[in-house]
């Protein structure tokens, strides 16, 4: 079942055929065949098994991932300003940048707190 419907969205409507048969293995539904290198089989099985469960997945370190963004969103926001806003460079030093400086360093710092891997 994909991971936004509802419980009985899942269930066939309709009567049963040759072809049709219960409890599949998808919660996503239909299936179909494709080629991947027999190499990276098992790896992609992985991967396909914990997106159709719904569970997040992540490549690489949480915390690294989290921190790249945040330093993102900082040189998104330094280059959507305009030179005569408010002085020509970003100051992230301000009270309206406190949540995110403590966010920050809780990820750096303190990141069991959060439920990320070290």
């Known amino acids: 079942m994909p991971c936004n419907t509802a419980i009985g969205d899942f269930f066939m409507r309709g009567g049963r055929t040759a072809t049709t048969w219960t409890g599949g293995s998808w919660n996503h539904g ?28 992540s490549h690489g370190n949480s915390r690294d991932i989290i921190l790249q963004a945040i330093a993102a969103y900082i ?3 330094k280059a959507s300003r305009h030179p005569n806003q408010y002085g020509k460079e970003l100051d992230t030093n301000t009270r309206a940048w406190d949540e995110l ?12 707190i959060l439920g990320l891997p070290e």
């Not at 239909?30 to 997945?57: F, G, H, N, Q, W």
């Open 30 to 57: 239909e299936t179909k065949t494709i080629r991947v290198p027999a190499a990276l089989a098992d790896e992609i099985m992985v991967y396909a098994k914990a997106l159709d469960s719904c569970k997040a997945v």
């Open 75 to 77: 040189e998104f926001k």
């Open 101 to 112: 400086r403590k966010f920050q360093k809780l990820v750096q710092e303190r990141p069991e």
